[in-house]
Structures are given as structure tokens and as C-alpha cells.
């Protein structure tokens, strides 16, 4: 079992960056593939971004491509969600999840994540 605590998230003007950290707990961090997930006020959770088990592989949802960049540190058991360029519609609550999976393997399903954080707010004025 691991389990998962967001930080980093705040208030930040349009245009901005900001760097969310998701520290987990146990020894088997090394095992789990990583995904972020936001869901904006009133809507579904919605994948942002995964990572592999050793951090190799990635992928994002279109609407972040070339402005978030999720990597993952297993000696430190944590997982980052750069974030650059920021727009009023990232608004949402960020959570960060781990999923049991292979090797190489980048989760991007929902339900295929089994152990999730309580969330981190991200609000991005205009």
C-alpha cells in the first residue's frame, strides 16, 4: 500500500508557472506508474499527465502538451508536476495517483488507478 500527499499548489496569475510535488510513502514507489489528475469546479476528473515506473516514459492530454512535464524521483519518492504557462481554464484541484502496473507502462485511465492524494488546489487568475 502507499500513501500519496500533494504540495505546491496556490493562487498564481495567468502566463505563471508552478511545480506540484506528490511524496509517497513506503518502499515500493519504485513499482507504481504515477498520473496527475485535476478536476475543474463542477466538472470530472480529468488525467493530465502519467509517468512509468522507472520515469522513462510519459504522456499528457493534449490540452497541457509543451506546457506540463511530470517526472518522477523514486530515491526520493516523489513525483513533479512542472506546470509553465498557465491559463485561467488549469484551474482545478490537482491529485496525484498510483496505479500497479509493468514496466514501461504509462496509466492513463482513471480507473486504473488504485491509490489516489486528498489534492492540492492550483487557481489561475486572469
Known amino acids: 500500500q502507499v500513501q500519496l500527499a500533494e504540495s505546491g499548489g496556490k493562487l498564481v496569475q495567468a502566463g505563471g508557472s508552478l511545480r506540484l510535488s506528490c511524496a509517497a510513502s513506503?518502499?515500493?514507489?519504485?513499482?507504481?506508474?504515477m498520473g496527475w489528475f485535476r478536476q475543474p469546479p463542477g466538472k470530472e476528473r480529468e488525467f493530465v499527465a502519467g509517468?512509468?515506473?522507472?520515469?522513462?516514459?510519459?504522456d499528457y492530454a493534449d490540452s497541457v502538451k509543451g506546457r506540463f512535464t511530470i517526472s518522477k524521483d523514486n530515491a526520493k519518492n516523489t513525483v513533479y508536476l512542472q506546470m509553465n504557462s498557465l491559463k485561467p481554464e488549469d484551474t482545478a484541484v490537482f491529485y496525484c495517483?498510483?496505479?500497479?502496473?509493468?514496466?514501461?507502462?504509462?496509466?492513463?485511465?482513471?480507473?486504473?488507478?488504485?491509490?489516489w492524494g486528498q489534492g492540492t488546489q492550483v487557481t489561475v487568475s486572469s
Open positions: 513506503g518502499r515500493t514507489f519504485s513499482t507504481y506508474a
Open positions: 495517483a498510483a496505479a500497479e502496473t509493468l514496466t514501461g507502462i504509462v496509466v492513463t485511465t482513471r480507473a486504473a488507478y488504485k491509490y
Open positions: 509517468i512509468s515506473r522507472r520515469g522513462v516514459r510519459t
